[in-house]
């Protein structure tokens, strides 16, 4: 493995904010990039979209796995780690948007999202926060875990009460990380995508939010990017 070296972590890739912040992260700092997702034929979308954006000198490796079941995450990141090495930027992207009303959603449908946005990021931080940690040594190193979020975890919408209940589960967790180990020089923190994206919205459309993203994680000192 080479100590130039650097490896980007997606877990939960697909079209929207995924593809965007992929192709400009690689375009701006990794020859290695990881992608997590569950549909085999999106992330070979994925795969294709990223080396169309950035051309084939990069080095993608892709699984498909859901990150709820913990031994698959495992496996597929042993494996990520053995081929381009441990991660310096973890962007932790899954969710799924699911209607969830009053009183017909199922308990296990909570507890499904709740497994996506916060035992799938404690495994993934548990796993990595270490590594990062120790990357901070090096000045030239960014160590990072960044993690999609939205305005749901402080104005829930009770149609959506499942999915805001974990992004605000989800929030709290990264706080404390970023408490934690935000002041050993890791960039630990959530970009706060404030309303629905879409390519027609001047400002929440994934190329502009790669692009705010971008900017922020440069700057490298905040916890919260509002878009
Ligand atoms: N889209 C919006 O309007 C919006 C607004 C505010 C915040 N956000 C947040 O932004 C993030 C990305 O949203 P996006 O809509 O733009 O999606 P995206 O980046 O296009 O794709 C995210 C991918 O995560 C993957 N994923 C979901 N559950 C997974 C699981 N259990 N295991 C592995 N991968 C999983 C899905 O792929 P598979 O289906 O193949 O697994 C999905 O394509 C999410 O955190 C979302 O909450 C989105």
Not at 113 to 120: K, N, P, Q
Not at 191 to 204: T, W
């Amino acid at each position: 493995m080479s100590s130039t070296h650097k490896t980007l972590l997606v877990v939960g890739s697909g079209p929207g904010i995924g593809r965007a912040v992929t192709a400009l992260f690689v375009a701006k700092r990794y020859n290695n990039v990881v992608l997590l997702a569950r549909r085999p034929d999106s992330l070979v979308s994925e795969k294709a979209a990223i080396e169309q954006a950035i051309g084939t000198q990069v080095n993608i490796k892709s699984y498909a796995v859901d990150i709820t079941d913990l031994a698959a995450l495992e496996g597929a990141l042993d494996d990520a780690d053995a081929a381009l090495g441990k991660p310096e930027c973890i962007f932790f992207n899954a969710a799924r948007v699911l209607p969830s009303a009053f009183f017909e959603h199922p308990i296990m449908e909570i507890e499904y999202d709740l497994r996506i946005t916060v035992s799938a990021l404690y495994a993934v931080a548990q796993r990595y926060v270490p590594h990062l940690v120790s990357l901070a040594a090096n000045p030239a190193a960014k160590p990072a875990l960044l993690v999609t979020s939205s305005a749901l975890p402080l104005q829930p919408i009770p149609q959506l009460f499942a999915l805001s209940l974990a992004k605000a589960a989800q929030r709290n967790l990264v706080q404390s990380l970023n408490m934690t180990y935000g002041p050993e020089g890791v960039h630990i923190g959530v970009i706060n995508v404030a309303g629905i994206v879409s390519p027609d919205d001047s400002e929440r459309n994934p190329a502009n939010i790669a692009a705010k993203t971008w900017e922020w994680f440069e700057e490298g000192k905040e916890f919260e990017l509002v878009i």
